[in-house]
């Protein structure tokens, strides 16, 4: 479904902040695609926007503080343009939007619009009444019709001369791990019909996008419907967008432990735009704590998982999250994680203090762990994943790796690009590889990159 913008709408301009994940980002430049035909064209600053988006996440520590004290600052943009005789509309997205819509509309009535994840092909009604009406709209529900199926083309690339494009596929999770808000944000596990999905991936590839990282918050969970309406699973769509003419690599995220199958292990092997870089999160290694996070799984299957993933593609490097100080966590159950991080080995890994939130299953729970003592538990694995981290950059020197450049550099001369490990990677080299997967040889490591210098001129198919 296509729709010409409105081309006599009058110019409008709108800002989005965007907190939070991949998704998020994703969104939110959905929300100025749903919006364009209704003349809102994007501004870099709140304090001239005729309209602003705090599109918000929910998934850790006062994050509905957070969400008060920006609103408090947008509310004094809000007066000032008010004396001035502009009208601002203040909406606020995402999933604290989802979890305390009436509780915004309560403690900040100077709000407009409250909208869920679920309901931003809505925006443009909603965006119709608050105008009209004066008074607050809120859209919270987890609407019947999937939302992809009514939101306009997204116009590809998000950002021009992107070589990297972010590309929704499932939304939702119904595995209701006993910290996580996300089955009560963003509702049940849905995915985007595969015809869509390659629709968009077809326009990005076609706009100069290479590299195509595929979102959801269960992604390796995905079961689209497929255009001859059988039910795809990601194994099969990966194979039918690295037929896409351009697109020369494709990853994923996030993916649950759970979900991982022989055959996608198979496609890491034997699909070579798969890039062999997987965020996998395992949250803790004790099997007590990970039992009362609901995850479905053993720390031992989580090794034995990794263990087939290496066997079918050895170069292949993994990320985590952890959750430090779970409700229940022992000193024991630490040492279980710690025992294995030291047994897989992370390329990269985000580790937080347990924070309990709101109507989930944990919260309630007794035997929460103090404070002091997830700080300690939380210093010493970060420690040990800063080191493993390190090693893994470390081990890079020397060796040749394809790199995909994507712009220029921070000194004059450099282009900089991404490893297929994700690894930020430089070179001297000239302007017009940008945009192309050309070999370096890595000859040095900083603290968050990787410098190096280029193999040969020419370059990779
Ligand atoms: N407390 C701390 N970390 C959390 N995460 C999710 N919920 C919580 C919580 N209540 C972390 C998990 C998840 C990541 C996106 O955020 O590790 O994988
Ligand atoms: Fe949250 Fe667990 Fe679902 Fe991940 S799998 S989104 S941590 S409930």
Known sequence: MTRTPDQTAPSRALHVITWGCQMNVYDSARMGDVLRPLGYQPVDTPDTADMIILNTCHIRDRAAEKVFSELGRLRLIKEARKAEGQQTIIAVAGCVAQAEGQEILARAPYVDIVLGPQTYHRLPEMVARAARAGNAVIETDFPTEQKFDFLPEAEAPQTPGNYTAF???????????????????????????????????????????????????????????????????????????????????????????????????????????????????????????????????????????????????????????????????????????????????????????????????????????????????????????????DAFNASMVGKTVPVLFTGKGRKPGQIAGRSPWLQPVHVIGPDRLIGQTVPVRITERLTNSLGGILEEENVYA
Not at 188 to 208: F, H, I, K, P
Not at 277 to 305: C, K, W
């Open 167 to 389: 590309l929704t596929i499932q939304e939702g999770c119904d595995k209701f791990c006993s910290f996580c808000v996300v089955p009560y944000t963003r509702g049940a596990e849905s995915s985007r019909s595969v015809q869509s999905v390659l629709a968009e991936a077809r326009r990005m590839a076609q706009s100069g996008v290479r590299e195509i990282s595929l979102l959801g918050q269960n992604v390796n969970a995905y079961h689209g419907e497929g255009p001859d309406g059988t039910v795809w699973d990601l194994t099969r769509l990966a194979y039918a967008l690295a037929e896409i003419p351009g697109l020369s690599r494709i990853r994923y995220t996030t993916s649950h432990p759970r979900d991982m199958n022989d055959a996608l292990i198979a496609a890491h092997r034997d699909l070579p735009e798969l890039m062999p870089f997987l965020h996998l999160p395992v949250q803790s290694g004790s099997d007590r704590i990970l039992r009362a996070m609901n995850r479905g799984h053993t720390a031992d299957e989580y090794r034995d998982l990794v263990h087939r993933l290496r066997a079918a593609k050895p170069d292949l490097a993994l990320s985590s999250d952890f959750i430090i100080g779970h409700p229940g966590e022992t000193d024991e159950d630490f040492e279980a994680t710690m025992q294995l991080v030291r047994d897989v080995g992370f390329a990269l890994a985000y580790s937080f203090k347990y924070s309990p939130r709101p109507g989930t299953p944990a919260a309630g729970a007794p035997l929460q762990v103090p404070e002091d003592v997830k700080d300690a538990r939380l210093q010493a694995l970060q420690k040990l994943l800063r080191e493993q981290q």
